[in-house]
């Protein structure tokens, strides 16, 4: 009796089972790389990582009066200088922060401020990373603008936000600008995250740019 492999049509069996490997080692590869290839393009939140112990429990009014300590006596620098304010919202299950969620949570706060650009649900935005955000802070220099005194509360600031939020990301809302690029005389700079119970909070403040 023969003890050459069994064939079916031009293929033998043993090549079916090799053809068979290839197939699903391809099929892995294509897989792993899909997945690589999602994983990268996706524009995932900053700082996802978990709070840690002590910030797990603490209640939206704790994580507003630090990020209130920290924000006092600071001044955001363009044409004019505006200080910080806390701002707050309640979420739904809403977990990304996105211009559209600013706008919707955040419209009554901006549009009775008579100082800012408005409506907010019609201006023009762009969006930046906290880490983005920050590293315009790095450096407090003197003679330079901002102030090294503003640069210190501001570089204390955002160390509370990042403490006590997640998610963050930097927005800014102007009556004129274009797609991503934002100008106006009452410019909203929204800096907001989610706290350890699920809402938003941060801070905003008013540039000028003309």
Same mark, same amino acid.
């Given at each position: 009796? /023969?003890?050459?492999?069994?064939?079916?049509?031009?293929? /033998?069996?043993?090549?079916?089972? /090799?053809?068979?490997?290839? @197939?699903?080692?391809?099929?892995?590869?294509? =897989?792993?790389?899909?997945? &690589?290839?999602? &994983?990268?393009?996706?524009?995932?939140?900053?700082?996802?990582?978990?709070? &840690?112990?002590?910030?797990?429990?603490?209640?939206?009014?704790?994580?507003?009066?630090?990020?209130?300590?920290?924000?006092?006596?600071?001044?955001?620098?363009?044409?004019?200088?505006?200080?910080?304010?806390?701002?707050?919202?309640?979420?739904? $299950?809403?977990?990304?922060?996105?211009?559209?969620?600013?706008?919707?949570?955040?419209?009554? !706060?901006?549009?009775?401020?008579?100082?800012?650009?408005?409506?907010?649900? /019609?201006?023009?935005?762009?969006?930046?990373?906290?880490?983005?955000?920050?590293?315009?802070?790095?450096?407090?220099?003197?003679?330079?603008?901002?102030?090294?005194?503003?640069? @210190?509360? !501001?570089?204390?600031?955002?160390?509370?936000?990042?403490?006590?939020?997640?998610?963050?990301?930097?927005?800014?809302?102007?009556?004129?600008?274009?797609?991503?690029?934002?100008? $106006? !005389?009452?410019?909203? =700079?929204?800096?907001?995250?989610?706290?350890?119970?699920?809402?938003? @909070?941060?801070?905003?403040? !008013?540039?000028?740019?003309?």
């Amino acid at each position: 009796m /023969s003890s050459a492999p069994r064939r079916f049509g031009f293929f /033998s069996l043993a090549s079916i089972s /090799s053809l068979a490997s290839l @197939a699903s080692l391809a099929l892995s590869a294509l =897989v792993v790389t899909g997945c &690589a290839a999602d &994983a990268a393009q996706a524009p995932g939140d900053e700082n996802e990582a978990d709070f &840690a112990q002590e910030i797990k429990s603490k209640t939206d009014a704790q994580v507003q009066a630090e990020i209130e300590a920290a924000a006092k006596g600071s001044n955001y620098t363009s044409e004019s200088d505006y200080p910080f304010t806390f701002v707050s919202a309640k979420l739904e $299950g809403e977990t990304s922060m996105t211009q559209a969620l600013v706008r919707t949570k955040l419209a009554a !706060i901006v549009d009775a401020d008579p100082a800012t650009d408005k409506p907010l649900t /019609s201006l023009y935005a762009s969006t930046r990373t906290f880490a983005d955000w920050k590293r315009d802070y790095a450096a407090c220099v003197p003679d330079q603008s901002p102030d090294p005194a503003d640069c @210190a509360i !501001i570089n204390k600031m955002d160390a509370v936000l990042d403490k006590n939020l997640r998610g963050i990301k930097v927005f800014y809302f102007g009556k004129n600008g274009s797609r991503g690029h934002v100008d $106006g !005389i009452g410019v909203s =700079v929204i800096i907001v995250g989610r706290t350890p119970s699920g809402n938003l @909070a941060g801070v905003r403040t !008013i540039a000028i740019w003309t």
